[in-house]
């Protein structure tokens, strides 16, 4: 289909209460990617999916933080009782195969815990 | 913990100008990418490289990437305003498969 695409646009949430957030990756990409952008920061990685493997969880920053990718498509961060701190734009992207080549961005969920 | 530094951090310049962003690290890439991100929108690939020595030209934008594969630049020739945006580079160290995004040059083209 189209490109990456990420629901909602934008969450404003209040403390410690659960957000989810979607991923939709290019058809037949198989690789997908979490990112977090901060004010004024680069991109932070977060996690990593490629196929049926093991995720690289390496760069998510507590155990409040989840992501599980469905059917080798669709994917979802967790953040649970968030703070303030998690405010930041999250990234997803999509690659056709596994290696960080050509990486797709979708447009982002700006999130803003209250 | 591989570091991406690039510089400057903002440039604010006139339509016509041309301009350089540069790409550092202590560290070897396996390959690097630049991306450029407007507002509210993901960042857009720009080019890969992954030859030392590579130049890549993509318009009025050069790509070149070191020597010794540690860092790479972007130069903009005869800047126009819809170059306004942000510009990351991104590498990848050994056999990640992974991005290490530098902080980004904030660029400003006015008339």
């Known amino acids: 289909g189209a490109g990456v695409s990420q629901s909602p646009s934008n969450k404003v949430t209040e403390k410690g209460k659960d957000v989810e957030l979607r991923c939709d990756p290019i058809?037949?990409?198989?690789?997908l990617y979490w990112y977090r952008q901060s004010l004024g920061q680069g991109l932070e990685f977060l996690i990593y999916f490629q196929g049926n493997s093991a995720p690289d969880k390496s760069g998510l920053p507590s155990d409040r933080f989840s992501a599980e990718r469905t059917g080798g498509s669709v994917s979802t961060l967790t953040i649970q009782r968030t703070q303030q701190e998690d405010s930041a734009v999250y990234l997803c992207?999509?690659?056709?195969?596994?290696?960080?080549?050509?990486?797709?961005f979708g447009p982002g969920t700006r999130l803003t815990v209250t | 913990t591989q570091l991406l530094e690039q510089s400057p951090q903002f440039l604010s310049i006139q339509e016509g100008e041309n301009l350089t962003v540069y790409c550092n690290s202590s560290s070897v890439f396996s390959s690097l990418q630049w991306y450029r991100q407007e507002p509210g929108e993901g960042p857009v690939l720009l080019v890969t490289?992954?030859?030392?020595?590579e130049v890549k030209k993509l318009k009025r934008l050069t790509f070149q990437f070191g020597d010794a594969r540690k860092d790479s630049s972007l130069h903009i020739t005869a800047a126009q305003t819809g170059d306004t945006g942000l510009y990351l580079c991104a590498g990848v160290y050994g056999t990640a498969s992974k991005l290490t995004f530098g902080t980004g040059t904030r660029l400003q083209v006015t008339l």
């Open positions: 490289v992954v030859t030392g020595g």
């Open positions: 992207a999509s690659s056709f195969m596994q290696g960080a080549y050509e990486q797709y």
């Open positions: 058809s037949g990409h198989t690789a």
